[in-house]
């Protein structure tokens, strides 16, 4: 099992920026791919994005392309999640995420261990 703790949450203004941290431990990080998955107030959990285990390959949901980059660092056992041109849809519970064998990067079951989210709150 990995434990993951997320943190940089907080609030900020539309069009402002932050980055989300995601510490893991446990395992060997660089076995796992990564994700970050996002739930607002009274809907669904949903993807936002996820990277490969080599770090090579990033996926994004369409509604984050161009304003989000995922990244790693394997050294340092942590994924990155920068957030720019920050939208108040963006308000959510931000989760990350670890998969062993995850081969569809934007399915939530595809992914064994979670974070316990961290809040951002994009206000207008």
């Known amino acids: 099992q990995v434990q993951l703790v997320e943190s940089g949450g907080g609030l900020v203004q539309a069009g402002g920026s932050l980055r989300l941290s995601c510490a893991a431990s446990?395992?060997?990080?660089?076995?796992?791919?990564m994700g970050w998955f996002r739930q607002a107030p009274g809907k669904e959990r949903e993807f936002v994005a996820a990277?490969?285990?080599?770090?090579?390959?990033?996926f994004y949901a369409d509604s984050v392309k161009g304003r989000f980059t995922i990244s790693r660092d394997n050294a340092k056992n942590t994924v990155y999640l920068q957030m720019n041109s920050l939208e108040p849809e963006d308000t959510a519970v931000y989760y990350c995420?670890?998969?062993?064998?995850?081969?569809?990067?934007?399915?939530?079951?595809?992914?064994?261990?979670w974070g316990q989210g961290t809040q951002v709150t994009v206000s207008s």
């Open positions: 995420a670890a998969g062993r064998f995850t081969a569809r990067y934007r399915l939530q079951n595809e992914y064994d261990d």
């Open positions: 446990g395992r060997t990080f660089s076995n796992y791919a």
């Open positions: 990277i490969t285990r080599s770090g090579i390959g990033t």
